[in-house]
């Protein structure tokens, strides 16, 4: 409502609609606690090691999760960003 100063006042009404947007508030959370997998020693390259999946509770771009690795892990594996699937990428040799 907004309502003038003069003499009789005038007032004039409308309609408002907020709409409240999702925020990033939820940390994503693994469907495990810890996963294992075993492979090969001489498994070739691009061998499928395992599938990690997490989920947010959070709606629409908020809730998209990426996977990645942390920096030792990229020589000998690889991850879909994506799918959370784990691939070998690099020698993996049982003595290393």
Same mark, same amino acid.
């Given at each position: 409502? &907004? ?14 609609? +907020?709409? +409240? ?16 997998? @075993?492979?090969?020693?001489? #498994?070739? %390259? ?5 599938? +990690?999946? #997490? &989920?947010? @509770?959070?709606? *629409?771009?908020? #809730? @998209?999760? +990426?996977?990645? %690795?942390?920096?030792?892990s990229? #020589?000998?594996? @690889? ?5 959370? *699937?784990?691939?070998t ?8």
């Amino acid at each position: 409502m &907004a309502q003038d100063k003069g003499s009789p006042p005038l007032i004039g009404i409308c309609n408002l609609t +907020v709409s +409240v947007e999702d925020q990033n508030d939820n940390d994503p959370v693994f469907s495990q606690t810890m996963y294992s997998g @075993r492979l090969s020693e001489d #498994a070739p %390259l691009g061998t499928l090691v395992l599938n +990690v999946s #997490a &989920a947010d @509770r959070d709606q *629409h771009l908020n #809730a @998209r999760i +990426v996977y990645s %690795l942390a920096n030792e892990s990229q #020589a000998q594996f @690889r991850i879909d960003p994506n799918t959370g *699937h784990i691939f070998t990428a690099g020698c993996h040799s049982k003595t290393k």
